[in-house]
């Protein structure tokens, strides 16, 4: 018998990818915003598709399965069963949709058809079974409960179940159009950030606020039970019936139109952040516990989008019943063409599923990747000056000092991760320690808001020296949220912090390590191991063991507005685009001041350049 290869996509939404699994193990997969550039692209992910083709060594033709991660005619009967509740209000609306779902997403056996050459067989799992997927089969468990929360499938807009051996089952959902994504989203519609984008935004804003508002959600916008399960009250959203999250009833309850885009925050959108996002986490931590009543499983899996609000998972982990989570790294819509295969792959063909440690996902690591000889030519054409270092401890010594002496370095490595983190492949990285490189990396190198804290990447041997995670518990993958440890945080503070509010917060010193430390003392934890790892992990041990600190800062190697960079040449761009100090592409270091054409970059300035919004 000949090899089994299944090809998974996601697409027409947003974040569209593609996977690629052979014989049940994950030999590739990427979202195609990657390749285009264009950020969240919900098109066809052709690129993404012909680069796990060729990571594979194969071509359409020689697959065995395709599966497309929901079901397009369930969702279209939801899409006409909502405008025909909210008729005649919907029209605008419906006029806009049906043109794209009558051409492209009703048809996509034909799409798959004539865009690859393929003509097998087409699964289609529905959207949470895809979710539910990603979850449980790439998990170090044999056996987990499972839990799905995003803003809407076909139907569904979270299940629960639980994931055994080779087979998953889901046995609850909430249904549209009661969505606890859909409610985050609407308020990250009235704060004035972008949907389906700038969530993360409120969730980082958040501890900047009070919960003014968390009684009046819970009063007014929805109808919370024990179990995690709520009905929102309708009449304060647009979403099923018109182009905008929030109606004119919701704008009158909360006293004020959105805000507009770009406009200066206030006090109010912070604690409006606040509000939301500690509703958020009372009502996963309820699904959580309602969870492990019911499947009496002490193991507990998370995807959809909202499994990517890390502060939420952190207080699953620490208050929640399960003894160990195991998250998605691609938790969004690009996750479910993972899910989708390993869905055909297990309970579709029935091929066994042993459990992998540390899990099967790789690290992540699952994009392309580039040789010296590919990177070496490059610079050439570029006339960029380098250095070439092809001991890998001399490369990481060499590095490590450079950051400790407060540079800024973009981290070009291996291959590329899948989902919408940087785990040390495509990093920007530098010194937790110092107190100014938040400021200096948000408005010099990543072009943002100055409120937008960054992720500490560890090793994980000594993150409980710095991290309160529950014992036993690693977070390869940036999606936990915990305290900084007690003895961390800075004590004789100079300013009383009852005194400060709002973005004032940002002015306190307020760890050892606060470029990594939030205004909460919390901080999303990324930690580092030799297996999964390898060149990050020991650039990290260089670093501990020239400063003490196995604490670095970890975050995407993109500017504001753009995807992180896929390849050499858009690392790069991105290199000599922003005051960044140093590139380390492979074994090839790039100093910014040895470049013959590097110049200083102010802000306004880029934004102008790329008319970013």
């Known amino acids: 018998m000949g090899e089994t290869t299944i090809l998974g996509i996601s697409a027409f939404y947003h974040d569209s990818a593609a996977c690629l699994v052979r014989d049940g193990e994950i030999v590739a997969a990427a979202q195609e915003e990657r390749f285009t550039r264009k950020k969240h692209d919900h ?10 083709l060729e990571e594979a060594g194969i071509e359409a033709k020689d697959l065995s399965h395709v599966a497309f991660y929901d079901k397009p005619w369930l969702k279209f009967e939801r899409l006409l069963e909502t405008y025909l509740t909210f008729a005649p209000r919907g029209i605008s609306s419906f006029l806009m949709a049906m043109p794209i ?14 865009k690859l050459g393929y003509d097998g067989e087409l699964l289609y799992p529905e959207h949470h079974q895809s979710h539910a997927a ?8 044999e056996r987990a409960a499972v ?5 809407v499938g076909e139907w569904a807009t979270a299940s629960m179940g639980v994931g055994h051996d080779n087979r998953l089952e889901l046995t609850h959902e909430l249904r549209f159009p009661h969505s606890l994504g859909l409610l985050y989203t609407a308020f990250t519609y009235y704060t004035g950030f972008r949907v389906n984008s700038g969530e993360y935004k409120v969730m980082g804003l958040a501890p900047y606020g009070e919960p ?4 009046l959600i819970l009063d007014e916008l929805m109808d919370l039970k024990e179990d995690g399960s709520f009905r929102l009250n309708m009449k304060y959203f647009n979403y099923c019936q018109g182009l905008t999250m929030t109606s004119e009833a919701f704008h009158r309850l909360f006293g004020a139109p959105p805000r507009q885009p770009e406009s200066e925050l206030t006090q109010r959108e912070m604690d409006l952040a606040r509000s939301v996002q500690e509703v958020t986490e009372e009502v996963v931590l ?4 309602h969870a492990r009543k019911t499947t009496g499983e002490k193991y507990l899996c998370l995807a959809g989008g909202v499994a990517l609000n890390c502060v939420g998972n952190g207080r699953i982990l620490r208050e929640g019943p399960f003894e160990r989570l195991w998250i998605q790294p691609a938790a969004g819509d690009a996750g479910g063409a993972l899910g989708a295969a390993l869905f055909m792959w297990h309970q579709i063909l029935g091929k066994e599923r042993l459990a992998q440690s540390p899990d099967g996902q790789g690290g992540s690591q699952l994009g392309p990747s580039y040789s010296d000889a590919e990177i070496g030519a490059l610079l050439d054409e570029r006339g960029a000056s380098y250095r070439r270092i092809e001991s890998e401890q001399q490369l990481c010594d060499e590095v490590a000092e450079i950051i400790a002496t407060q540079q800024v370095v973009g981290w070009f490595q291996g291959r590329m991760e899948f989902g919408p983190r940087a785990l040390g492949c495509r990093s920007i990285l530098g010194d937790a320690r110092s107190s100014s490189m938040q400021s200096t990396m948000n408005q010099k190198i990543k072009f943002r808001e100055s409120f937008r804290p960054f992720a500490p990447v560890v090793l994980q041997e000594r993150a409980s020296e710095y991290f309160d995670l529950a014992d036993d518990q690693d977070s390869p993958y940036m999606l936990l949220v915990a305290p900084v440890t007690a003895d961390k945080l800075t004590a004789d503070d100079p300013v009383d912090e009852q005194e400060l509010k709002g973005l004032e917060l940002l ?16 901080a999303r934890v990324q930690t580092v191991d030799a297996q999964r790892h390898g060149r990050f992990h020991r650039l990290l041990e260089s670093f501990a063991d020239q400063t003490g600190c196995p604490v670095l800062i970890n975050t995407s190697f993109n500017v504001r507005g753009e995807p992180i960079v896929c390849s050499p040449a858009e690392a790069y761009r991105c290199f000599m685009a922003t005051n960044m100090d140093v590139l380390v592409l492979e074994h090839y270091v790039l100093l910014k001041s040895e470049q013959r054409d590097a110049e200083d970059h102010p802000i306004d300035d880029y934004l102008a350049q790329f008319a970013l919004d």
């Open 43 to 52: 098109r066809f992910p052709e690129r993404a598709i012909q680069y796990c």
């Open 101 to 114: 779902w009558l051409k492209e997403k009703l048809w996509m056996g034909d799409v798959i058809t004539k």
């Open 134 to 141: 990603s979850a449980f089969f790439p998990s170090p468990f």
């Open 147 to 151: 839990l799905t929360l995003d803003g």
């Open 212 to 215: 003014t508002y968390k009684q």
């Open 286 to 289: 309820r699904m959580a516990r």
């Open 507 to 522: 002015a306190r010193r307020r760890s050892e390590v606060p470029a990594i430390t939030h205004v909460n003392g919390s």
